[in-house]
């Protein structure tokens, strides 16, 4: 299966045209500025060199930029015609492709310069992702042992249970198709995929403290890389309730697998978040408080942060909620958009399958989601605390896009299925 998967992304990277992933260009320029002066920006100038993405967490754009950089590959050529740079190239844009340079011979074989680092990039991508899937199939395989008691033909082996759970995941095409662009989606999956095959080692009686430690840790960098699992420390909780009832820990010993937990996350993020911290400050004008939340909150290109920090603030928010060609959507419009773009991939803005194809995907849902309840109740305890953290982990991963939703009414932007698929790459496949 990890084969197939990397033989198809890996075709995927080479056949799709660059800029063609969610937000690519911008992750190009902000991995090309790291790769040019080896580190992150510094003042409001250089952010706006490296594009709206420097804003946000750098882990992704800092392993391939500095790979690139020392492969010595110069980022500055060739000079990508961007189609906003002039009405003229805007025309041009709109009749040959509606995305965001015009496409020249510099981005075709043999690969050099900025575009070679690009495809550095989508393929460092499909390395992480089939590393997740990796460990997809080994959370699989292990949790077997607990599950197959409760199929209807427990004949089924553990590694044959591992392969359906990855192919459900490896074959998926907004998987397949994100994991071989450069995006940052495909590290946050690794993460997140080893972190929760040490949550469930640890829902298993795996006690250790420093297992504890390494989890938390996981957490810490994958909120450094997108900040879709910036809830995944309240995993631990129920983890911790549950081991000391079960082992009949002590408070403190239950306190410090917690601390030891939530202290390495913090360890994970705190570098990104200090850099910002030191840098981007607004002290001297806002003080302390609203002065160190305003690089993460008014500084980005995210309407909803923003307005966040307004009602913070008391000031008043003028900025337009979304742009002039997208029109307020319902909720729901935004979970039939996030079903959509969960399971699958428009092409030009036009999804051919669309709706029948996700009507018979949600047959097939709906059914799993039956046969996940009867799972729930034959199960024992310790089964039911590993499906209830699979659940808990899909469900901590809905608060931010709904709050981005009623704060902008902004559809696709804030229904894109991919934020919850990656960071939820383990669980939903093996719920279903």
């Not at 991995?31 to 750098?58: C, H, K, M, V």
């Not at 590393?131 to 409760?150: D, I, K, M, P, Q």
């Not at 996700?358 to 097939?364: K, N």
């Amino acid at each position: 299966m990890l084969t197939l998967f990397v033989i198809l992304a890996t075709l995927h990277s080479i056949i799709v045209p660059i800029t063609q992933g969610e937000d690519e260009l911008a992750h190009y320029r902000y991995l090309a500025f790291i790769a040019q002066s080896g580190r992150l920006p510094t003042n409001p100038a250089e952010r706006e060199q490296a594009w709206y993405r420097s804003d946000w967490p750098p882990l992704y754009h800092l392993l391939v930029g500095w790979t690139v950089r020392g492969l010595g590959i110069d980022t500055t050529r060739p000079h990508l015609k961007d189609v906003g740079e002039s009405p003229r190239r805007r025309l041009v844009g709109q009749i040959f492709y509606p995305r965001l340079i015009i496409y020249t011979e510099d981005a075709n074989w043999p690969w050099q310069d900025g575009i070679l680092a690009w495809h550095i990039g989508r393929f460092i991508s499909i390395l992480f992702a089939t590393a997740a899937l990796f460990f997809v199939w080994l959370t699989a395989r292990e949790l077997w042992s607990l599950l197959r008691g409760h199929f209807v033909r427990p004949r089924l082996s553990a590694g044959g249970f591992a392969t359906l759970v990855t192919a459900l995941l490896a074959l998926t095409p907004r998987f397949l198709f994100t994991s071989a662009m450069l995006s940052d989606d495909s590290l946050l999956v690794l993460l997140s995929a080893l972190f929760l095959w040490l949550l469930l080692r640890l829902a298993r009686g795996d006690d250790r403290g420093w297992l504890y430690a390494l989890a938390g840790l996981l957490v810490g960098l994958s909120i450094a890389t997108k900040y879709s699992t910036g809830l995944f420390p309240l995993l631990f909780v129920p983890l911790v309730v549950w081991r000391a009832r079960q082992a009949g820990w002590r408070w403190t010993k239950a306190a410090g697998r917690l601390a030891a937990a939530w202290l390495a996350t913090v360890l994970g993020a705190s570098w990104w978040f200090g850099w910002t911290a030191y840098y981007f400050n607004t002290v001297r004008e806002e003080g302390w408080f609203y002065g160190l939340l305003h690089p993460w909150l008014a500084s980005g290109p995210d309407v909803s942060m923003r307005r966040v920090f307004a009602f913070l603030t008391g000031a008043e928010f003028t900025a337009p909620e979304r742009p002039a060609a997208i029109e307020p959507g319902t909720f729901w419009d935004w979970l039939v958009y996030l079903f959509q773009t969960y399971w699958g991939v428009p092409v030009l803005e036009h999804d051919p399958l669309f709706p029948w194809a996700y009507l018979l995907v949600l047959v097939f849902c709906l059914l799993a989601l039956a046969g996940l309840w009867r799972l729930w109740r034959a199960a024992d305890s310790q089964t039911r605390l590993i499906l209830g953290l699979l659940a808990l982990t899909v469900a901590l991963l809905f608060p931010f896009p709904i709050l981005r939703f009623f704060l902008t009414r902004n559809v696709p932007e804030t229904g894109q299925g991919r934020h919850i698929l990656y960071p939820a790459a383990q669980a939903v496949p093996i719920l279903l």
